[in-house]
C-alpha cells in the first residue's frame, strides 16, 4: 500500500472545500482531448562508432534459478502482477478508471455545503477535463502528455454517492486500518451493478487474459484537514492487493470551480505500478531528513512531470545506452518532459528497468513542470533553469525465502545463490520476487542486511554533495562545464569501466554531456 506524503497545503477551515457556485458554472466541463502518438521513442538506434546504442524493445528479464540456467520471466508488467504480486495497470495504451464519490452516514455531501452537482462536476474536470477546467492538468491530461500520447485515461466519475460502511465515528472511534478500505473493494462493485443496472465490463484491466478487475478511484467527504483522531485513515493512498486508490475530495482545494488533481495524479502513478520515491517511513517531514529523490518528482512530493525512471518503468521511453566499446562518446539529449530522452550508463546492463544503472536526463522548467516551478507546494518547487540531472538506480529484483507467511530477503535474481542457500525458483503463486530496494533506507527500520540499506532511486547532486535534506534547486542541476566522476555501484561486478561525465553544453531545449572512461575497476 501506497500513500501520499503532506505535500500540498491544506487550509485548517471547512470553507477550504467549498464552491463557488456562480464561478463553478462559468467553468463548465470540457473533456479532455488526447494527443495521438507525437513522438516514438522505441526506436532501434546505434552510433556510427558503437559507443552507445538505443534499444527498440526492452528485453524480457532473465532469472537465474540453477548453475548457468535461466528463466525468462517476460516483461516489467508480467513480471509486477505475476511474481510481485501488484494488482495495477499496464502503462501504454487504452485505460479506463472509474471514479466513485463516497459519503458517510454521519458525513454525507450536505455537510460540505457542496452542492452534489458540483462535487460531481470537479471530479469530472480533475480526472477527464481540459487543461481549462483545472488550476494544473487533469490526470487524463497528464498521463497522456507525459506519455507522450502512449497512455489515454478514459472512464467516468459516478453521479451517485456510495455510503461507506463504517461512519466516521467508528473510524475514529475504533482507530480502523487503511487495510478495512479494501474491505469495500467488491461492495462497491455491486453498489454500481445494482445502482446503474448495467455490466462492468467496459472497465475490465484486461479481459483478454482474464483480468476483471476494476481500477477504482474513491472519493471522500470527510476532509483531511479534520482527520486528528485518525489520520493515517483520512488520508490519501493507494493499495497493491486491488487497483484501489482512495482520497479526500478536499485534497482538491478547489476554489471557484477550478480543482487541483495533483495528488490524485500522484495515486493514478501507484494504480500503474510506479513506487513513493520519498522515504515512507520518515516519522515528520523536515529538512534534515535526507530525500534520495529531493523532492522535485511527481512519485516525491506530487510536483512536476514524471521523472527519469518512470517512464522507463512504464514503457514510455528508452534511453540511449553506454555500451563501453570506445573510450569517449558524446551525446546531446532534448528536455526530457518534451523528447523522452534518456541516457543509461552500466556496461552489463541487462536490457531491462531491473538493473542497477545511472540515468541521466535533461530537466526543463516547462510543459508538465511549468506549473510548478513558482507554484508548487510547501514542500518542493521545481528548479526554475534547466540543467542535466544524473539519477543513481538501484531497481534489482530478488528472491524471498517463505516460512510460516514469513518473507526473508535470500538473494538477487540475476545471482547463483550462495552456498548454504536453498535453491529458489520464481512462483507465481507463491510471489517470493519483488523490487528489493526503495527510498526508505535512512532509519533502521528496515532488515538489518546491508543489501537492503541501498536507495531505490537517487539523485546525484551537484555542488552540495551526494545526498540532500530537503527540496533540490538550481544549484543541484549539472550546468555547463559540471563534471561528474564518482560513479559508486552497490553491486561491484556490474560496472567494469568507470566513467567521467561533463556537461558541455546546456539551453532551453537540450544538453549535451560527454562521457569518458577513467579507468578499470
Known amino acids: 500500500m501506497n500513500f501520499k506524503r503532506n505535500c500540498f497545503t491544506i487550509i485548517a477551515l471547512i470553507g477550504s472545500v467549498l464552491t463557488i457556485s456562480s464561478c463553478q458554472k462559468a467553468n463548465a466541463f470540457s473533456l479532455y482531448t488526447p494527443i495521438v502518438e507525437v513522438l516514438d521513442t522505441h526506436e532501434e538506434f546505434v552510433s556510427s562508432d558503437g559507443s552507445y546504442k538505443k534499444l527498440g524493445n526492452y528485453k524480457n528479464y532473465e532469472a537465474v534459478v540453477s548453475a548457468g540456467v535461466t528463466k525468462d520471466l517476460g516483461s516489467t508488467y508480467e513480471i509486477l502482477t505475476q511474481y510481485t504480486g501488484r494488482h495495477i495497470l499496464e502503462g501504454t495504451g487504452d485505460k479506463k478508471l472509474l471514479v466513485v464519490p463516497v459519503q458517510f452516514s454521519d458525513f454525507t455531501i450536505t455537510n460540505l455545503a457542496v452542492q452534489p452537482d458540483e462535487y460531481i462536476s470537479n471530479l469530472n474536470k480533475a480526472f477527464f477535463g481540459s487543461s481549462k477546467n483545472n488550476k494544473f492538468v487533469s490526470v487524463a491530461e497528464y ?121 490524485f495524479i500522484h495515486e493514478t502513478g501507484h494504480l500503474f505500478g510506479l513506487m513513493d520515491y520519498y522515504p515512507t517511513d520518515e516519522s515528520d517531514i523536515s529538512n534534515s531528513v535526507p530525500e534520495p529523490a529531493g523532492r522535485i518528482d511527481m512519485m516525491d512530493c506530487s510536483v512536476g512531470d514524471h521523472t527519469a525512471l518512470s517512464k522507463m518503468w512504464l514503457n514510455w521511453a528508452r534511453p540511449y545506452w553506454v555500451t563501453g566499446e570506445t573510450d569517449s562518446c558524446e551525446i546531446s539529449i532534448g528536455s526530457l518532459v518534451e523528447t523522452g530522452d534518456l541516457i543509461l550508463i552500466n556496461d552489463q546492463w541487462n536490457g531491462t528497468v531491473f538493473d542497477e544503472y545511472y540515468l541521466i536526463e535533461f530537466y526543463s522548467p516547462t510543459g508538465l513542470n511549468y506549473f510548478d516551478v513558482n507554484t508548487g507546494n510547501n514542500l518542493a518547487k521545481l528548479p526554475t533553469l534547466p540543467g542535466i540531472k544524473i539519477y543513481h538506480v538501484d531497481a534489482r529484483l530478488g528472491y524471498y525465502q517463505i516460512e510460516n507467511k514469513k518473507y526473508t530477503f535470500s538473494h538477487y535474481c540475476d545471482e547463483e545463490r550462495e552456498p548454504g542457500k536453498p535453491i529458489i525458483e520464481p512462483n507465481k503463486s507463491t510471489k517470493n520476487i519483488n523490487v528489493i530496494h526503495d527510498n526508505s533506507t535512512y532509519t533502521d527500520a528496515k532488515d538489518s542486511d546491508k543489501y537492503l540499506k541501498n536507495n531505490l532511486y537517487e539523485l546525484q547532486l551537484n555542488h552540495v554533495g551526494h ?19 564518482e560513479m559508486k555501484f552497490n553491486s561491484s561486478n556490474l560496472l567494469t569501466q568507470n566513467y567521467k561525465i561533463t556537461v558541455t553544453g546546456v539551453s532551453y531545449r537540450g544538453g549535451t554531456v560527454k562521457i569518458e572512461k577513467v579507468k578499470e575497476i
Open 143 to 263: 498521463y497522456n502528455r507525459s506519455s507522450y500520447g502512449k497512455l489515454r485515461i478514459t472512464g467516468k466519475v459516478c453521479d451517485q454517492f456510495y455510503t461507506y460502511p463504517k461512519t466516521v465515528e467508528e473510524i475514529n472511534t475504533n482507530k480502523l486500518a487503511r487495510d478495512t478500505v479494501q474491505d469495500c473493494y467488491n461492495k462497491v462493485l455491486t453498489w454500481y451493478e445494482d445502482t446503474y443496472h448495467e455490466s462492468l465490463e467496459e472497465f475490465y484491466i484486461d479481459p483478454e487474459h482474464g483480468n476483471e478487475e476494476v481500477a477504482i478511484y474513491l472519493v471522500y467527504t470527510y476532509p483531511t484537514e479534520l482527520n486528528t483522531q485518525n489520520p493515517k485513515f483520512f488520508w490519501a493512498y493507494t493499495f497493491q492487493d486491488k487497483p484501489l486508490s482512495w482520497s479526500s475530495y478536499s485534497f482538491m482545494n478547489t476554489l471557484a470551480g477550478y480543482p487541483d488533481a495533483h495528488t
Open 467 to 485: 545526498s540532500v535534506a530537503g527540496c533540490a534547486t538550481n544549484l543541484n542541476l549539472y550546468r555547463k562545464g559540471d563534471v561528474f566522476e
